[in-house]
């Protein structure tokens, strides 16, 4: 492949590896950015799907998947996404100012403790992993390090950008981690078996990629696309009797 | 060809020797207030904000601006429901969108209530109704919103409306929240379990102090146990960011919404304020 069509391949998205050790390293960057394994704790948030659950509202697979596809395709791609185009954009303009103003907005998105708690400890632990990682240690770790919260989303946004990660392939991965973990949240809540859940993560990835191009058709003014009924689902998880996950 | 409204509408409220004033009022269109009253006495300003057209329709632009000034408490609400009545089919977005911008300032050690009546979204209207609150150290803010989408009395539904709603809130010139809605018919958001799930009415209820922390983890225990007794308490959640509470409804009643807001509002207010609520008698009315 043509340097040039390396390019294009990476820019329409499809995450290939070429034959640049570059190109793998990214892909590896990305792979382990979205694995299930980091340590920033992403599979014990079920950002109001556990009260879903116990309010009988999702079921079953189907029902499940209406529910996740919903956040992700509402206030997934109009908040997080567009909040890591944006960091991305204003690290690579050097714009402290409203890398910092990102952060807080990001943090300002989550409508609920909970929400809000798994944004900001996400966060958190992903600071404490980059701090090691000499590529990522830069002054825009330290302003988030300076804030007084840390959005996982801007944190992420960082990792990306350090590690050369397309945007389309950043916001690609972001939406495949959303949909592990909520999926990987259902399989013990609803409950599905495994077969059952793999199925359901082949059927809902067909939507990542509309996902990522309907998030870049959406400015940073409108960034927002709050589900209500999941948001008012997070904020009852509170009170909910017999809970196993944070949110 | 209807009329279209640019139409502002500035308040200014003062602490005095004499207790809360309507310092000023700037206006320009068809907005504008009585003068302010003093049911509860003179350190609590009660104002009816008026907009004689009753709705808002493609091309009105309304901008309402409140401005509290340290020490100061104004109540603010509304003889009737706001409307944005149904969209004009127009490719223009500006002479096709109704915007009503709603700011309040509130200064150091002020109060600011905003209770308005239900706001009605009709079908096929293409709404923005935005509002900004900023808050400086040790004031006080009661604010809620309750929307009403399609006409569900007639049983008509929300299904071609477009409306994006959206709550700011800054603390010591923080954004700290920052509530986006966005209802069209392409996004199905009104018909999706995780959005509205078909339910036409939803309200927002802001409980924000820059003051006493104490306060508000006092009132959100105490608002959290009275909804937990209510026999709609399905319909009503609760949650607290920091310094604000949020409560919301989403049912199918306003005034099931509205009876409980002002439930919430009288322990609120007591917490926060040391002062007892009664209704604004235009309620009744």
């Known amino acids: 492949m043509s340097p040039k069509a390396a390019r294009t391949a990476v820019i329409k998205g499809i995450a290939m590896p070429t034959n640049g050790s570059a190109d793998i390293l990214q892909l590896s960057r990305l792979l382990q950015l979205c694995s299930p394994a980091l340590p920033v704790g992403g599979f014990s948030f079920s950002l109001g799907l556990e009260y879903a659950v116990d309010a009988a509202w999702v079921t079953d697979d189907k029902s499940c998947a209406d529910w996740v596809l919903a956040v992700m395709q509402n206030s997934v791609v109009a908040s997080d996404l567009v909040i890591i185009r944006e960091t991305i954009k204003a690290i690579e303009a050097d714009d402290k100012a409203q890398f910092i103003y990102l952060n807080q907005l990001s943090i300002a998105l989550r409508e609920s403790k909970e929400l809000k708690l798994g944004e900001v400890a996400m966060g958190q632990a992903m600071l404490r992993l980059l701090n090691n ?25 960082l990792c990306a950008q350090r590690w050369q990660i397309s945007l389309n392939n950043a916001l690609a991965g972001f939406l495949w981690t959303f949909l592990e973990n909520q999926i990987a949240a259902a399989t013990k809540l609803v409950p599905l078996g495994q077969t059952q859940a793999q199925n359901l993560l082949f059927e809902l990835s067909h939507q990542i990629s509309p996902c990522v191009e309907k998030s870049l058709t959406i400015a940073l003014q409108d960034a927002g ?21 944070r949110s | 060809m209807t009329k279209n409204w640019l139409a502002q509408l500035e308040l200014s409220f003062k602490k005095t020797p004499v207790g809360t004033r309507l310092a000023q009022v700037k206006r320009d269109g ?10 509860e006495g003179p350190d609590v300003a009660h104002v009816y904000l008026l907009h004689p057209p009753a709705g808002i329709v493609s091309g009105d ?17 509304t003889p009737g429901a706001n409307r944005f009545y149904k969209a004009r089919d127009l490719s223009d977005d500006d002479a096709r969108k109704q915007l009503q911008h709603t700011h309040f300032d509130l200064a150091k050690d002020a109060v600011l209530e ?18 900004t609150v900023k808050l400086a150290a040790n004031s006080i803010y009661l604010g809620w919103e309750v929307l009403s989408l399609g006409l569900p009395v007639v049983d008509k539904p929300f299904a ?40 036409p009415v939803l309200g927002t209820f802001v409980i924000a102090s820059s003051a006493q922390q104490n306060d508000v983890l006092a009132l959100e225990e105490n608002l959290c146990n009275h909804l937990q007794q209510l026999e709609l308490a399905e319909q009503f959640s609760l949650t607290r960011l ?36 009664s209704a604004p008698r235009i309620w009744l009315t």
């Open chain 1, 133 to 157: 990682q000499p590529q990522a240690n830069c002054r825009w770790l330290e302003y988030l390090q300076q804030a007084d919260e840390a959005s996982f989303a801007c944190a992420f946004a």
């Open chain 1, 225 to 245: 696309d709050s589900m209500p009924n999941q948001v008012m689902a997070a904020a009852k998880h509170e009170q909910q009797y017999s809970r196993l996950f």
């Open chain 2, 30 to 39: 068809p907005l504008s207030v009585q003068k302010a009253f003093y049911p």
């Open chain 2, 61 to 77: 632009k309304l901008y309402i601006t409140g401005q509290v000034e340290a020490g100061a408490h104004a109540l603010l609400t």
């Open chain 2, 114 to 131: 905003y209770l308005p009546q239900e706001t009605l979204i009709y079908p096929n209207a293409d709404a923005i109704n935005q509002l």
């Open chain 2, 160 to 199: 071609d409306g477009r409306l994006v709603q959206q709550t700011q809130v800054y603390i010591n010139g923080q954004l700290k929240l920052h509530d986006r809605l966005n209802i069209n018919p392409e996004n199905q958001i009104m018909q999706q379990l995780a959005g509205l799930n078909q339910q």
């Open chain 2, 242 to 277: 920091d310094e604000i509470i949020l409560v919301r409804y989403l049912g199918a009643k306003t005034s099931d919404c509205k009876d409980v807001f002002s439930q919430l509002w009288h322990i609120a207010r007591a917490t926060l304020c040391q002062r007892e609520a």
